[in-house]
């Protein structure tokens, strides 16, 4: 049990009952101190960080998120402010943007013209959606809009049918005395 301290004392203690027991509480303490010890020096790091996460948190200007949030979803949100570069390009987004998705996958997808980007991830490996819209909401450049564009590998079928209705209404300067205040009103199965 103590063999590792035992061996560095004179034989004679090897024999003693009384050393063997001091120094098994000797070795138990300190193996106890040099676990807390690796604890808290992992607490540096915001990939092993656990109980130093908040001050991660804290230290990046985060906004504070319930206690009941998983780990990994604040290690994601402490990773992505600490990775943002001064002039954000689509390759460096894409791996910031990775961190919440499991497999370490996004990519972006721009729309020059249309002064749009979209977020491609696969829905199943998606960590947490808000936390990666609200650092690509800080990130992109202002004159853009963005859309997460989720994709599954699975089917999906819908069991409910969704109408949408569209309707127009005359202008006051088109309205006479006698008419209907409809133009016209369409529906369209989706």
């Given amino acids: ?17 009384i050393a063997k027991g001091i120094f098994g509480a000797i070795e138990s303490e300190s193996d106890g101190l040099v676990a807390f010890g690796l604890d808290v020096i992992q607490q540096g790091n915001p990939r092993l960080a656990t109980w130093g996460i908040q001050q991660w948190e804290t230290d990046m200007k985060l906004a504070a998120v319930p206690e009941a949030t998983p780990i990994e979803q604040r290690r994601a949100r402490v990773l992505s402010r600490m990775g943002t570069p001064p002039v954000v390009t689509p390759k460096e987004m894409e791996r910031l943007l990775a961190e ?76 006479r005395v006698g008419m209907k205040p409809m133009k016209y009103q369409s529906e369209v199965k989706l």
């Fill in 100 to 175: 919440f998705t499991r497999s370490q996958k996004a990519k972006i997808v721009e729309y020059g013209r249309e002064k749009r980007f979209s977020i491609e991830v696969g829905l199943n490996d998606l960590t947490d959606l808000a936390g990666m819209s609200s650092v690509a909401q800080e990130m992109k450049p202002k004159h853009l809009s963005f859309a997460p564009s989720l994709g599954s590998e699975a089917a999906i079928s819908f069991d409910e049918q969704v109408f949408m209705t569209s309707r127009r209404y005359h202008k006051v300067s088109e309205f």
């Fill in 1 to 17: 049990m103590s063999q590792r301290l035992i061996n560095l004392m004179p034989p004679y203690y090897k024999n003693s009952k």
